[in-house]
């Protein structure tokens, strides 16, 4: 059973980096299509970047696109979110996710804890 632990969250200031990671310790994350999720505060939880079973196809927010990068190294059951030129719009708690494909949330039913990222000087 997948068991999801997002880590590399934390405080950056503006124009600043972080690299999420997303692993799983069991045996089937590679059959899965794994989904970053993130929720701003008094907001609703919105998807950000996707990447499907063996990473040949991704997907991207738009107001993200560009700057984030998302990944996966299947031999270390872990995705990346490489997140480049944050801005504080980027403020949020960052989840992944484990799911059948990229697209509504409705699809992603394994969800992790969530990572706090926090963009401000």
């Known amino acids: 059973q997948l068991q999801l632990v997002e880590s590399g969250g934390g405080l950056v200031q503006p124009g600043g980096s972080l690299r999420l990671s997303c692993t799983d310790s069991?045996?089937?994350?590679?059959?899965?299509?794994i989904g970053w999720f993130r929720q701003a505060p008094g907001k609703g939880r919105e998807g950000v970047s996707c990447i499907t079973r063996r990473g040949s196809s991704t997907d991207y927010l738009d107001s993200v696109k560009g700057r984030f990068i998302i990944s996966r190294d299947n031999a270390k059951n872990t995705v990346y979110l490489q997140m480049n030129s944050l801005k504080p719009d980027d403020t949020g708690v960052y989840y992944c996710a484990a799911g059948v494909n990229c697209g509504t949330q409705a699809y992603f039913a394994t969800w992790g804890q969530g990572t706090q990222v926090t963009v401000s000087s």
């Open positions: 069991g045996s089937t994350f590679n059959l899965h299509t």
